[in-house]
């Protein structure tokens, strides 16, 4: 039993994503860097944590009770079933170029399954809504993935880690990749990467080392729209490896990248 209707959910997280989107949209020019985390080029900015707290603020005036887990404020407890899992700007180092693919991504778990997730990407005009069970949608409109390819015809997403010796294993794996597929996209944005296999404009999307932000909403709607999304050898996708792509193209991109150790960081 859940405790709220993942619609009511939805409605709060898209009113909360569209406010920090254009929150962060007005304060791109002349953005910099405020911080470095795990590595020199793990950047933070100024807007990162303001959105964050902008978003914590409106999602717990609304529901007091719930839980939150953001990339840049971490966990909060509470004492509803339901946790929103937050990244405030996803893609940072986009966002800080002044490049358009980065993305302000908010889930709802209710029960610890998250059954509602919306991705904004203000600077393309796009919002990504979907809700467990009622399908994908984009500003609106149902979305799907692209019918699967072979691999050797599939436009591939993947994304890079930041430290230097996860890149480099991900190097040897790409190299190996890239003869294989119709052609490779580093988007810089996970949660973009994820509604671009939902709504064609990659066949599939790999990469390891992301964190529950960068997934929890795109991951329903990339599902949602039709695509399958796990790990290695039957296991969710996540941290080790996360792998989305349509029927049996899944298949065939995870038979490629298992023996290549792309769950490994090297
Ligand atoms: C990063 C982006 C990037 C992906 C990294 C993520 P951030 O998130 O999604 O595309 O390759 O793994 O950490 O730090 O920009 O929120
Ligand atoms: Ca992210
Ligand atoms: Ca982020
Ligand atoms: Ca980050």
Same mark, same amino acid.
């Given at each position: 039993?859940?405790?709220?209707?993942?619609?009511?959910?939805?409605?709060?997280?898209?009113?909360?994503?569209?406010?920090?989107?254009?929150?962060?949209?007005?304060?791109?020019?002349?953005?910099?860097?405020?911080?470095?985390?795990?590595?020199?080029?793990?950047?933070?900015?100024?807007?990162?944590?303001?959105?964050?707290?902008?978003?914590?603020?409106?999602?717990?005036?609304?529901?007091?009770?719930?839980?939150?887990?953001?990339?840049?404020?971490?966990?909060?407890?509470?004492?509803?079933?339901?946790?929103?899992?937050?990244?405030?700007?996803?893609?940072?180092?986009?966002?800080?170029?002044?490049?358009?693919?980065? &993305?302000? /991504?908010?889930? *709802?778990?209710?029960? %610890?399954?998250? +059954?509602? @997730?919306?991705?904004?990407? #203000? !600077?393309?005009? $796009?919002?990504?809504?979907?809700?467990?069970?009622?399908?994908?949608?984009?500003?609106?409109?149902?979305?799907?993935?692209?019918?699967?390819?072979?691999?050797?015809?599939?436009?591939?997403?993947?994304?890079?880690?930041?430290?230097?010796?996860?890149?480099?294993?991900?190097?040897?794996?790409?190299?190996?990749?890239?003869?294989?597929?119709?052609?490779?996209?580093?988007?810089?944005?996970?949660?973009?990467?994820?509604?671009?296999?939902?709504?064609?404009?990659?066949?599939?999307?790999?990469?390891?080392?992301?964190?529950?932000?960068?997934?929890? &909403?795109? /991951?329903?709607? *990339?599902?949602?729209? %039709?695509?399958? +999304?796990? @790990?290695?050898?039957?296991? #969710? !996708?996540?941290? $080790?490896?996360?792998?989305?792509?349509?029927?049996?193209?899944?298949?065939?991109?995870?038979?490629?990248?298992?023996?290549?150790?792309?769950?490994?960081?090297?």
């Amino acid at each position: 039993m859940t405790t709220a209707d993942p619609a009511d959910l939805l409605a709060l997280a898209a009113d909360t994503a569209r406010e920090a989107g254009a929150v962060a949209a007005d304060g791109q020019a002349g953005i910099g860097v405020l911080d470095t985390k795990s590595s020199p080029t793990d950047v933070v900015t100024a807007m990162d944590r303001a959105v964050e707290e902008l978003i914590r603020k409106r999602l717990l005036a609304a529901r007091p009770g719930d839980a939150v887990l953001g990339e840049e404020g971490g966990a909060a407890a509470g004492e509803s079933a339901v946790r929103w899992i937050v990244d405030p700007i996803d893609g940072t180092v986009n966002y800080l170029y002044g490049r358009e693919d980065w &993305a302000v /991504s908010i889930a *709802a778990e209710a029960d %610890g399954e998250v +059954v509602a @997730g919306v991705v904004a990407v #203000p !600077a393309r005009g $796009d919002v990504y809504t979907a809700v467990l069970g009622g399908g994908a949608f984009c500003n609106g409109e149902p979305i799907a993935a692209a019918p699967a390819v072979p691999l050797d015809l599939a436009l591939v997403a993947t994304g890079f880690g930041y430290s230097s010796e996860r890149r480099a294993h991900q190097a040897e794996v790409l190299r190996q990749v890239l003869p294989r597929v119709r052609d490779i996209r580093r988007g810089g944005a996970a949660a973009v990467d994820l509604c671009g296999v939902a709504r064609g404009r990659c066949n599939a999307y790999y990469e390891r080392g992301l964190n529950p932000w960068d997934w929890a &909403a795109a /991951s329903l709607i *990339a599902q949602e729209a %039709g695509a399958r +999304v796990g @790990g290695l050898n039957g296991a #969710p !996708a996540g941290p $080790d490896l996360f792998i989305a792509a349509p029927g049996d193209l899944f298949g065939e991109l995870h038979d490629l990248l298992e023996p290549l150790g792309a769950d490994t960081d090297g």
